[in-house]
């Protein structure tokens, strides 16, 4: 049956990228980004960087888990500029490696998840040798440096302290995301009515 489940709150008609936040993500994880993207702010990194910060995990908080840096990236590839979904894309491989220069260690709830001798699939080693060589790795970088410290589950923000940051490097859609017949729109209605099986 078309339609919002009854479970889930609704949508306005034309949504924007806050309504996500707000009535779809799970909260732990869009309380995280928010987390992330704050520290970036505080640290007084570009807006790019607190962006992609704000962003990074938004496939794991609305679609899917697995690959999220990849789905993420192709989510908000039209709406944002090249620098952020390639960070965003990026962040998946550089997680698992060290950069000493900027204080990135490998995190020790990695050690936890996946065991002491666990080596990233070569798809990632790969993704990470020409990560470092380009001119956003630093972009990228910052997302892992912003990413592992921003789990504390008492701070609790608001998406509206990110709107003119938003304003500034998010395209929204006047059709509302999902309606903008953009390559990825089926994507965010799917977030949109995730029960949907006809
Ligand atoms: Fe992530
Ligand atoms: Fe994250």
Known sequence: MMGDHPRLPKMPIQPRLEDFFRHRFVPLVANHLLQSARLAKKAGLHETVVMACLLHDIAMAGLITSDHGYWGAQLIEPYVDEEV????????????????????????????????????????????????RHKWYMTARLITVNDVYAFDPHVVIDIDDFEAVIGRHFRQPKEGLGFDNSPVAHMWRTMIWPHNSL
Request: glycine share 4%; hydrophobic share 25%; net charge negative.
């Open 85 to 132: 979904s390639w960070a965003v894309r990026h962040h998946q491989a550089l997680r698992y490696f060290p950069d000493e220069s900027v204080g990135y260690s490998y995190p020790e709830a990695y050690i936890r998840y996946f065991g002491e001798d666990y080596q990233p699939p070569d798809y990632l080693h790969q993704a990470y040798e020409q990560a470092r």
